[in-house]
Nanobody, 122 residues
Framework: QLQLVESGGGLVQPGGSLRLSCAASGFTLEHYTIGWFRQAPGKEREGVSCISSSGDNTSYADSVKGRFTISRDNAKNTVYLQMNSLKPEDTAVYYC???????????????WGQGTQVTVSS
């Protein structure tokens, strides 16, 4: 069964860090570009970052550039999102998704994880 499972979310103070993981099962992650997205209450889902299948190319939303780092370990079938200098506005449910193909990071994405909650608050 094809699955993406996110983990690593939690409650953190402003300025703190978290590392999210996106573990794949049922398919070989190294063949796919993977994206991270987030959705805050009352807001639309937004793209945060994505990484090419090889890991050579990455992309970030302006709001997280310089603070978040995406990486992947294809041997572990896992993609990571290191989040530093977290701000209250980073509070959201974070999702990873498998890119179908075409221009890097541009939708569509076909499989999504269930999400992991990140809350940044003092």
């Amino acid at each position: 069964q094809l699955q993406l499972v996110e983990s690593g979310g939690g409650l953190v103070q402003p300025g703190g860090s978290l590392r999210l993981s996106c573990a794949a099962s049922g398919f070989t992650l190294e063949h796919y570009t993977i994206g991270w997205f987030r959705q805050a209450p009352g807001k639309e889902r937004e793209g945060v970052s994505c990484i090419s299948s090889s890991g050579d190319n990455t992309s970030y939303a302006d709001s997280v550039k310089g603070r978040f780092t995406i990486s992947r370990d294809n041997a572990k079938n896992t993609v990571y999102l290191q989040m530093n200098s977290l701000k209250p506005e980073d509070t959201a449910v974070y999702y990873c998704a498998r890119h179908v193909g075409g221009p890097m990071c541009v939708p569509p994405y076909d499989y999504w994880g269930q999400g992991t909650q990140v809350t940044v608050s003092s």
